[in-house]
């Protein structure tokens, strides 16, 4: 099965025993000294007993005065981190795997304030526009100095044992803004020409060879094209043609293979895509550098199907498989493939919400989170499953995500879950999500779920709600109420429970169906921007009313971007500061409230999409006739599809 995926491969002298690549992934578990933490080792040694071929470690830190990227991240700056990168390799080669370290400095695009309250180091004085630091052009003793810690790096982890070293130069870090015009305007050796561009890149992989040898692994990740078009800016960046003139003078240097990615921070949604990215968008950047060089190329497209993986590789579009994102959502992708369990793979459905809490992982205190594998990130915390359920029933109320999560568990747990489920269908929630254009990955999960609850022969009850009797003649161990939630509707509005108001769930359920409409849907959350995208893709004339300053209040701006983009283009109107006064048939009564003033519309429909509330329906009374009663997901607070999949594995776990 999938015999390009599971072929061996070869990067310079490193033979892996596949073409899978777990490529680097900031997770924020390293101890705040920089040394490599139990939980790294966890958590890296949990993907190569996966089954991936080569797993690469986040970026880590050259520079540990002004080159960090967070509070827990990995150094390798100074001897004393040899040890934990050794005992890491120790534990990925235990499964035959092979590791990788990826080397870094963030640049412009790092944070002043945990480097020394420093300007940031950049080639030029050309600030970030998502981060906006102070940023400093380095003079020749500092760009000297940078190059040997890069090297000084490399060194290191050669001791260490560790495979091999990638020099991040992708993503809009230190080294790509050396390569990239938008970045680079210096007027010295080291910028204007793609020649001087490169210089910086050429000495560190000069002084890497130099002092690890020839035969010392050598991988550089390039962001072939920065897509500075795609927000809009105007200024020249990296496109594939120049990239292909900087792969081939890499394989001349003798660059033992490239790991292909593109975008930079101001395009990051082409970098790690939000849900309406396809797999494969992508693939034609490897696999146009694949053309110019005779170097594997690492490629990464949004992989998330074995068959679509060995399929690029067989058509050498790519020679190894990457993805991050895949292997973090499900870290035994690689043998559920080989042993043909596909169906069993937890696909990564690009919600973005592991790069959003990485980005908060200083303040939260938290380290990079998954919305669907509850253990990722806490392979430490997480991996002893008791299989001490004894078959005690447990009953779970609610076959949405918490529910089945639940299930999932308590299952591997030897108890016995059944499951009502008030409709014919499993989901509940994600029911709703996946109707949406470009959330059909939302299917994804329910599939997942379908298939370990199916493989685990949970009995469901479908299109039941269960009485105290019904519990009871279970006699069960406990129960889990994971009924969900419901629409909030503020009927002290007047004229909202109207002829044409419904709420956001009537249209996404099919229950209300509606074309060739003026609709205004009202609130703005990821709900109210989606079912204004399905509204709008059905040809309606939408408009979109937020009570708060701004549309998407709270939504991670990735996520926001990409609803945006293509609700404008569908004509959908946006109005913030706008709160729903009164409805009378068709017209509708906003106040502005900048202005205060009362502003009078005319529409056929009104949707409202103004949040949840738990559904609390007979929680009291399963309380008072069980001994272990439990509430999951939404109905204990309402929250995203991680809360959901969080409750429902932690409630099992510790059951
Ligand atoms: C939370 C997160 C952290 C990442 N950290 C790094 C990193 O440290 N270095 C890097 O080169 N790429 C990093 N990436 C990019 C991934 O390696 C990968 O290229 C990207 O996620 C797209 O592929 P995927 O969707 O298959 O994961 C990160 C991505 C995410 C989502
Ligand atoms: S958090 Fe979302 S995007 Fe990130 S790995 Fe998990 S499913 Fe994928």
Not at 1 to 24: A, D, H, Q, W
Not at 575 to 581: A, I
Request: with cysteine; glycine share 10%; aromatic share 8%.
């Amino acid at each position: 099965m999938f015999e390009y995926l599971f072929s061996k491969g070869k990067i310079g002298t490193m033979e892996t025993k596949n073409r899978i690549v777990f490529t680097p992934m900031g997770n924020a578990l390293a101890n705040t000294d920089g040394t490599v933490s139990q939980k790294d080792i966890y958590f890296y040694g949990a993907r190569a007993k996966g089954g991936v071929g080569v797993v690469f470690t986040e970026c880590a830190i050259v520079d540990g005065e002004r080159g960090k990227g967070n509070g827990k991240q990995i150094c390798v700056y100074d001897d004393k981190f040899i040890p934990g990168l050794k005992a890491l390799a120790d534990e990925i080669h235990k499964y035959d795997s092979k590791i990788v370290v990826q080397i870094y400095h963030p640049g412009r695009q790092g944070i002043s304030l945990i480097n020394g309250n420093l300007p940031m180091l950049a080639p030029s004085e050309v600030e970030c526009n998502v981060v906006h630091q102070p940023t400093e052009a380095m003079t020749i003793k500092q760009i000297e100095d940078m190059v040997d810690k890069f090297v000084n790096a490399a060194v290191r982890l050669k001791k260490a044992g560790i495979d091999g070293v990638e020099v991040h130069a992708a993503h809009g870090y230190l080294v790509n803004q050396f390569l990239s015009p938008y970045t680079n305007k210096r007027t010295d050796k080291y910028g204007g020409s793609l020649e001087n561009r490169m210089r910086f890149l050429e000495e560190i992989i000069i002084g890497i060879r130099e002092k690890c040898g020839k035969d010392y692994p050598l991988i550089v990740r390039l962001s072939v094209d920065e897509f500075l078009g795609y927000v809009g800016l105007s200024e020249e960046g990296l496109h594939v043609e120049e990239s292909v003139k900087i792969a081939k003078r890499l394989e001349e240097l003798g660059v033992d293979a490239l790991d292909i990615s593109c975008g930079i921070y101001e395009t990051m949604n082409v970098s790690w895509e939000p849900s309406s990215f396809e797999q494969g968008w992508k693939i034609y950047l490897p696999e146009t550098i694949k053309k110019a060089v005779n170097i594997p190329v690492i490629g990464v497209a949004v992989i998330r199907d074995p068959e679509y993986a060995d399929k690029m590789i067989r058509e050498g579009k790519i020679d190894f498989a990457g993805s991050a994102r895949q292997h973090f959502a499900d870290p035994d992708w690689s043998n559920k493939a080989k042993e043909g369990r596909v169906n069993e793979i937890r696909k990564c459905i690009s919600c973005l919400h592991c790069m959003e809490t990485l980005m908060k992982a200083d303040s939260s205190g938290m380290s990079c989170q998954c919305s669907i594998n509850i253990q990722g990130g806490n392979e430490y915390e997480y991996s002893n499953f008791k299989e001490d359920g004894e078959g005690k029933v447990v009953a779970i109320i609610g076959a949405g995500p918490s529910g089945l999560e639940a299930a999932r568990v308590l299952a591997i747990r030897k108890y016995k879950p059944v499951i009502f489920e008030k409709s014919d269908k499993l989901g509940g929630q994600l029911q709703l999500a996946n109707k949406p254009p470009k959330k059909e990955k939302i299917n994804w999960l329910i599939d997942y779920l379908k298939s370990q609850v199916e493989k685990e022969g949970v009995e469901i009850r479908y299109n039941t709600v269960p009485t105290i009797e019904d519990l009871k003649e279970l006699n069960p161990y406990a129960v889990f109420i994971a009924q969900g939630s419901n629409p909030i509707i503020p009927k002290s509005i007047p004229g909202i429970e109207g002829e044409n108001v419904s709420t956001a769930e009537d249209i996404l359920s099919g229950k209300v169906k509606l074309n060739n409409k003026k609709i205004a849907v009202v609130g703005s959350g990821m709900t109210g921007l989606e079912t204004a995208h399905y509204l709008a893709a059905n040809s309606n004339d939408v408009s979109v009313f937020e009570m708060a300053d701004e549309i998407g209040p709270g939504l991670y701006f990735q996520n926001l971007i990409d609803v945006m983009n293509h609700i404008k283009p569908l004509g959908v109107k946006l109005y913030p500061k706008h709160k729903l006064v009164k409805i009378e048939g068709k017209n509708v009564v906003f106040e502005n409230t900048e202005t205060g003033t009362s502003e009078y519309y005319e529409f056929d429909y009104v949707v409202l999409s103004l949040g949840r509330v738990p559904s609390k329906e007979s929680i009291d009374e399963i309380k008072s006739a069980f001994d272990r009663v439990f509430v999951l997901g939404d109905a204990r607070e309402v929250g995203r599809i991680r809360n959901a999949m969080e409750t429902g594995f932690l409630t099992a776990y510790n059951l």
